[in-house]
């Protein structure tokens, strides 16, 4: 099929730039200098550092104490604080009020809730996705496209070159004669917009914001392995023949709020720094200025700006977990320090939980992952493989009251490679949500068991010990 070619195309260059960049990756040591007594700031440092805003701008220190009031609220109070302090202790820590977060689960969900946005807008409609496919449902988000900037919306979309390599360029030329402003990112051909190129540094965001109103960030693409839900198949189910066909395991959240306005920004600094054609208008005002009471903190990552902060928020919030640590994650190579950041969590008495894919699109990293799989097990940390379909999110709730979903995945890539944006959502009411789609995710799952693990045959120890060996290349 059409989609299989083109991640194929993918691979392949991925490969060149494997090679490319082989020596100096290689080459890298640690990702990062972990600090492994993560000490929270007290009370009122924590207060100093943290900037609270609305879409008005900071706001005052009274109706910020108010925020943070109804957060410790909703439950966890002292675990609250615990993470608020670790947050501020990098330094500034913005976090914006006033926003509704909704969890989406696979491509269904998300696409009806992006197309019902995208067909209720009035002024602006940005979207960014690493992967944009030429049929399917993106053809349909294509028509979508067109009839709004037809009714006089502007409308602007930008791709991954590489993400999107097995798509038609006849796909975003008929966007443009439709009125979009299309915008490939980092082109592969250095000529087609000179002085925008970078083979190794990628775009792998995926965005999606209708006017100041509603946006959509997580993992899911505009791809036509999102066409059917995950959950239909049941534990215990053997794996399908053709994962594209059963529907991929993935997440998205549904925004609204000032959080709209920021994650438009990023989009907007994007779009200029690519020296992408066509102005994007102001933003519009929201039709509800502050539509709910979610605390949350949003992360962009450029590798131009050093390491991706959703990975040192990570790292350091499972330092500092007292109580659980549950990760959803789609590619798990992370490098020692995070490994033995989980590690030493379990050890001390944090239940952490792990659901990684049995199957993937990219094996290398299936591998690379299950290469620390022994490390893991003998330390506590309980590992389970979702292997009906593709796991394919990211997601994070730590103690209940960290929560985190976008598109990093936790591997070398997304760590120092790509650009990426994630929500951090602050609160025990949200917390709560993600730890019951982490319990779904795990019942759907099969565990891994210490013991069967290590009668693993030779074959798959030699691929293990080889994904390890180019674990910084993927």
């Not at 509603?214 to 198949?233: C, E, H, M, P």
């Not at 590992?383 to 709730?397: G, I, P, R």
């Not at 982490?438 to 994904?467: H, M, Y």
Request: net charge neutral.
């Amino acid at each position: 099929m059409k989609q299989s070619r083109g991640w194929r195309r993918i691979g392949l260059v991925w490969t060149l730039a494997a090679l490319w960049a082989l020596v100096g990756a290689a080459a890298c040591g640690n990702l990062l200098e972990r600090d492994r007594q993560v000490r929270p700031l007290p009370p009122q440092q924590t207060a100093d550092r943290i900037t609270m805003v609305d879409r008005d701008g900071p706001v005052p220190a009274s109706a910020e104490a108010r925020e943070l009031a109804r957060v410790r609220a909703e439950g966890s109070s002292a675990l609250f604080e615990r993470h608020l302090g670790v947050l501020a202790g990098k330094g500034d820590a913005q976090l914006l009020r006033g926003n509704t977060a909704k969890l989406l689960i696979d491509g269904p969900q998300t696409f009806a809730a992006m197309k019902a946005a995208v067909a209720a807008a009035r002024h602006r409609i940005l979207v960014e996705f690493y992967i944009v496919e030429d049929d399917g449902v993106a053809a349909e988000f294509a028509d979508l496209l067109i009839r709004k900037a037809a009714e006089g919306v502007n409308v602007a979309l930008m791709y991954d070159s590489v993400g999107s390599l097995g798509t038609e360029k006849a796909f975003f030329e008929r966007l443009r004669a439709g009125g979009v402003a299309v915008c490939a990112f980092n082109p592969i051909n250095p000529l087609e917009r000179p002085g925008h190129w970078g083979l190794l540094q990628r775009n792998h965001r995926k965005m999606l914001a209708a006017d100041s109103d509603v946006a959509f960030t997580g993992g899911i693409n505009l791809s036509n392995v999102y066409a059917k839900g995950s959950f239909g198949s049941g534990r215990g189910r053997p794996p399908a023949e053709d994962a594209d066909r059963e529907g991929w395991r993935d997440t998205q959240v549904e925004l609204r709020g000032p959080v709209v306005g920021a994650l438009a920004a990023v989009f907007r600094e994007s779009w200029a720094r690519q020296g992408c054609e066509g102005t994007l208008p102001p933003a519009p005002p929201p039709r509800v200025a502050m539509p709910g009471q979610r605390v949350v903190k949003l992360v962009a990552g450029d590798p131009e700006q050093g390491i991706n902060p959703t990975y040192t928020a990570l790292l350091r919030a499972i330092d500092a977990a007292q109580r659980s640590v549950q990760l959803t994650m789609a590619y798990f190579a992370p490098g020692p320090e995070l490994i033995q950041a989980l590690c030493d969590a379990a050890r001390r008495g944090v239940a952490v939980s792990l659901v990684l894919p049995g199957r993937s699109d990219v094996k290398m990293v299936l591998h690379a992952a299950r290469s620390r799989y022994a490390q893991l097990l003998e330390a506590g940390v309980q590992v389970h493989e979702m292997s009906h379909v593709v796991m394919h999110a990211k997601t994070a709730v730590i103690d209940g009251v960290f929560s985190s979903v976008g598109s990093s995945n936790l591997d070398w890539r997304s760590i120092v490679g790509n650009n990426e944006i994630d929500v951090i959502v602050l609160g025990d009411d949200f917390g709560e949500q993600m730890q019951q789609l982490f319990a779904r995710d795990v019942t759907a799952s099969k565990p891994i068991l210490a013991e069967q693990w290590a009668r693993r045959g030779l074959g798959q120890r030699l691929l293990e010990g080889f994904a390890r060996i180019v674990e910084p290349l993927l």
